[in-house]
């Protein structure tokens, strides 16, 4: 299986902030890489597919990057709704895996 | 726009069959770009794969519940299902299904989602 690391785990952000989310994989898995938002009680909902591509719909100040094993998520300014638990998932191969999260909260 | 709406029964007791269904509405199961897909997530963790199917019948199982799980699909009611045997308490998770891409030439990844349904396994 390829495990996906992210990194922080939690952290605290204001308002306006800019916040970067970090997903490592354990292997290269091109860019077959995907974020995703959840809030509490709620599905997740993609922001991000092919490591940069934005989800129609999305606001704009979030952005992916990367190839490989590095990819990153930022949100350029962070909105009151953005407080919420964001995941990658690889489809590289199966089985389907996800990092463990990052839960963004409010400072 | 497609829409997933996962059923079933809420409380399952150990050692017997979790069995769910999801009803794609607005979208066709039929559908040669799309697998169809089981996530779960316990209680205050993280997102685990279950498998997925596709129109044709073929599936892919997380090999931590292959020996347990089955998924099928009806295209006749644009559904498919899971079937979970033996549960036990660790089985206890909100279940969703979800729509996942073929790379067909890009991978869209998993872009529409049920609301989810929670099951309980205890006596």
């Known amino acids: 299986d390829i495990q996906m690391t992210q990194s922080p785990t939690s952290l605290s952000a204001s308002v306006g902030d800019r916040v970067t989310i970090t997903c490592r994989a354990s292997?290269?898995?091109?860019?077959?890489l995907h974020w995703y938002q959840q809030k509490p009680g709620k599905a997740p909902k993609i922001l991000i597919y092919?490591?940069?591509s934005l989800q129609s719909g999305v606001p704009s100040r979030f952005s992916g990057s990367g190839s490989g094993t590095d990819f990153t998520l930022t949100i350029s300014s962070l909105q009151p709704e953005d407080f919420a638990t964001y995941y990658c998932q690889q489809s590289y191969s199966t089985p389907r895996t996800f990092g463990q999260g990052t839960k963004v909260e409010i400072k | 726009q497609v829409q997933l709406q996962e059923s079933g029964p809420g409380l399952v007791k150990p050692s017997e069959t979790l069995s769910l269904t999801c009803t794609v509405s607005?979208?066709?199961?039929?559908?040669?770009?799309?697998?169809w897909s089981w996530i779960r997530q316990p209680p205050g963790k993280g997102l685990e794969w279950i498998g997925y199917?596709?129109?044709?019948?073929?599936?892919n199982y997380n090999p931590s519940l292959k020996s347990r799980v089955t998924i099928s699909v009806d295209r006749s009611k644009n559904q498919f299902s899971l079937k979970l045997t033996s549960v036990t308490a660790a089985d206890t998770a909100m279940y969703y299904c979800?729509?996942?891409?073929?790379?067909?030439?890009?991978?869209?990844?998993?872009?529409?989602w049920g609301q989810g349904t929670t099951v309980t396994v205890s006596s």
């Open positions: 199917i596709y129109y044709t019948g073929s599936t």
């Open positions: 607005g979208g066709s199961v039929s559908s040669d770009t799309f697998y």
């Open positions: 292997q290269s898995i091109s860019i077959y």
């Open positions: 979800a729509r996942d891409s073929v790379v067909v030439p890009t991978d869209y990844g998993m872009d529409v």
């Open positions: 092919a490591a940069s």
